[in-house]
């Protein structure tokens, strides 16, 4: 696999491309990063690539397309697999990976409206960020270090990206996600300190301030 063409087609702020970013590094897979500019038009080779959604992540391997962030891990995981496991070996374990993997996009609705919705419309709107991670603190978390226990793998991949937007949600709707969720907020912290996370997710406080910046052009501020 050495002389492998691996690109990806990504949007820096998406949680969606840090879950491939983050995989990418668990196994130091080099790779090709083309940056997709989704505030004004895609490119020619992300619509040729992913023709059905036009969205981003897109693994480009070899020349072959592999869209949507969790078959791209999968993906990325089955073919590199000599490094690293993200998946459990344990066909039970597996789905149980992959079910609390797809739970982390619940997340996902509520972010969004961080971009659309003026800021006293968030009041009650909290409740549905705040639940979800507490079920995840509780019924998949627990007292383990990671999701997978002892191991960081396809669970913690699937929801730190979503880490790396917490200031902004803490900041835009004045509340505390460590005071709500502290096991969720150390689980982060000790993501942070792996190297393959830490050099994949972008800056907190730049993600805050093209938020605002859209916020302000879009007459929410």
Partial sequence: MENDEVILLDFWPSMFGMRVRVALAEKAIEYEYKEEDLFSSKSPLLLKMNPIHKKIPVLIHNG????????????????????????????YER???RFWASYTDKLYDFGRR????KREEFAEGKKDLIDPLKLLEEAALGDKPYFGGESFGFVDIALIGF???FYTYETICNFSIEAECPKIAAWGKRCMKRESVSKSLPDSHKIYEVVIEYRKKSGLE
């Fill in 163 to 165: 880490y790396s937007w």
């Fill in 114 to 117: 961080v971009w659309t919705v």
């Fill in 64 to 91: 072959k397309p592999v869209c949507e962030s969790f078959v791209v891990v999968e993906y990325i995981d089955e073919v590199w697999k000599n490094k690293a496991p993200l998946l459990p070996s344990d066909p």
């Fill in 95 to 97: 789905s149980q990976a």
